[in-house]
């Protein structure tokens, strides 16, 4: 562990933070939890170093006595996904975008080691390589992916000695959580084909990159523990394994049943593109160690132990039906 241990992270409720926070916990970490809690309560249970804090990063009085005492930072917050972006925009700029200078800027006055930012694969858009390495060019689609990309431009910048900064590009990210998501596609067309014995794909002949959950939040704490030569100023892709979707739903029907239907639809989203993940192997050791087939069972596991409640209709599960509940869009 180092000398970090006391971790604020952003977007703590979420769907990747509602894992990665307990984890931590186990791992001996002190966490200070900040979410404004968009999508709901109670996804972390109380730890005895768990500070659970109600409150908007756009807030930087918050921010300034929240980061005291503080030795890094994972950044998750955001209006997640293209869809729930679009849905309402200038939301999304202010979390996504404008609150990210601020914060980055009182994490260096306070005197925050290590910040660790959570971008995403889908800066590349669309690309004809075999393998999407970190140093092709980045040609954003979607201002969600754009202003990713754009962080990751503001955080690099404010680099210097004694602030340490990390920038991961996960793949889609597949399991449960107790925040779950229906908007990532492993967990969608598998809830699909557990409720309605039906797969609906959209397209199908998309590359996808995918990541199990459990390899994602081992991932986040590699950033924190490894030492500064290791980590400093990296830029590195996270994924697993790369499918078209098409081949995902013939994945899924094969584990939950040859009696899900799948029907494919026409699809206006050009997204594409197989992500090489080889330089996080070389340079952290970093190899996932769960499957596909994995992120399935575990989600079929949960579905039958009723953790997983009427996925295709339930609002809480979908980031734009959650946001329209809340009068944000």
């Known amino acids: ?15 990747v ?32 170093d768990l500070e659970e ?12 006595n929240t980061l005291q005492g503080c030795d890094a930072v994972i950044h998750l917050a955001c209006i997640s996904n293209d869809a729930g972006f679009e849905l309402n925009p200038e939301l999304g700029k202010s979390i996504n975008l ?16 290590r910040f660790i930012y959570a971008s995403s694969s889908s800066v590349y858009g669309v690309k004809s390589e075999a393998r999407v390495t970190e140093e092709l060019n980045l040609e954003p689609l979607t201002d969600y992916s754009l202003y990713k990309a754009r962080c990751e431009d503001v955080l690099l910048a404010k680099r210097a000695r004694g602030f340490e900064t990390v920038i991961l590009r996960p793949a889609t990210i597949s399991g449960y959580s107790p925040r779950f998501r229906m908007d990532v596609v492993v967990n969608t067309l598998t809830c699909q084909a557990l409720q309605a014995r039906r797969i609906r794909v959209l397209g199908g002949e998309q590359l996808r990159a995918n990541l ?30 790369n499918y078209k979707i098409i081949d995902l739903a013939h994945r899924i029907r094969s584990q939950i049943g040859v009696d899900v239907k799948i029907d494919v639809e026409p699809s206006n989203d050009p ?9 996080i192997a070389r340079r952290w050791a970093f190899v996932p ?11 079929q596991a949960a579905y039958k132990a009723g953790a997983i409640v009427d996925p295709i209709n339930n609002p809480s599960y979908y980031n734009i039906r959650a946001l329209k509940g809340k009068g944000l869009a």
Do not use: W
């Open 212 to 241: 199990h959950m459990a390899d994602m939040i081992e991932c986040y704490r590699l950033a924190l523990s490894l030492p500064s030569e290791r980590v400093d100023g990296q830029v590195l892709n996270v994924g697993a394994e």
């Open 1 to 15: 562990m180092g000398n970090i241990r006391n971790i604020l992270i952003t977007g703590s409720n979420g769907f």
């Open 98 to 113: 404008d609150a990210f200078a601020p914060l980055v800027d009182i994490a260096k006055d306070v005197g925050i080691q």
């Open 271 to 279: 997204r594409s593109y197989s992500l090489c993940s080889l330089a």
């Open 17 to 48: 933070g509602s894992r990665l926070v307990p984890y931590l916990l186990h791992a001996g970490y002190r966490v200070k939890a900040l979410d404004l809690h968009l999508y709901g309560h109670g996804t972390l249970a109380p730890h005895v």
């Open 289 to 299: 160690k769960h499957t596909l087939k994995q992120a399935i069972d575990e989600l």
């Open 53 to 64: 804090i109600h409150g908007d990063i756009r807030d930087t009085v918050l921010l300034k």
